[in-house]
């Protein structure tokens, strides 16, 4: 399956503005690029790449001061086959986690591991470890929140989410992250694109999604809180322990948001 992925994001600066910008399909992914989706600009401006201490490509650049786009337009080859779902991998005790995971047990910015430790033990703490313990928690976060892109707040924790039983994916993401990493379930922070395909409409416009991969078995697995189904066509962009780690476009200085496209679709043969 070949799909059409991209995104165009217009800026209203009132000053000259540095950023740093993750919107390119992550390294893992390039060996699936049939056609780039490298960064563009209008107007254009000098950008240089670099990866972060999670390994995430991103971009640094100085817009200038007005009307400025960030865009990427790129052909990637997918499986077209659903998230793999593996009911019999296990949990692995603390002691047994290599070394790079363990970062991904630590509460963080928005998962406050601190405060919903005894909500995790008192819901999920009695039942058998593995895929489908982490599976329950998916369940339940999907259906105690209530999803609107009215409900988006930027500074909501996962604490909040919790309390306030509403919010938009990455606040799905972040209490489902910060319920297993109470239980001793290492789980990480993922951006990028989910398709549509496969689904039946209506569908919603087009947006960057959140989800988490958990720790099982030896290796990291998809989980997706919010649509609580394995999905068709997803393509990370960058991961990391929270959304802190992973903003899409960060921008050192003021700005308004006057545009926003995203776009995740099949391809035509050709």
Known sequence: MRLHIGCEITYDLPQVTPMIVMLSAHHSRVEDLERPDRLMTTPSVPVTGYHDAFGNWCHRLTAPQGLFTLGTDGIIHDDGQRDPVQPDVVEHPVQDLPPEVLRYLLGSRYCETDLLSDTAWSLFGAMAPGWGRVQAIC?????????GYEFSRPTRTAAEAYNEGRGVCRDFTHLAITLCRCLNIPARYCTGY????????????????????VYLGGQWWAFDPRNNKPRIGRVLIARGCDATDVPLTHSFGMNSLVGFKVWIDEAQDG
Not at 141 to 146: A, C, S, T, Y
Not at 206 to 213: G, R
């Open 194 to 213: 989910i398709s549509d395909i496969g689904e039946p409409p209506p569908y919603a416009p087009m947006d960057f999604a959140a989800w988490m991969e």
């Open 139 to 147: 369940d339940f976060v999907n259906r105690h929140i209530q999803f």
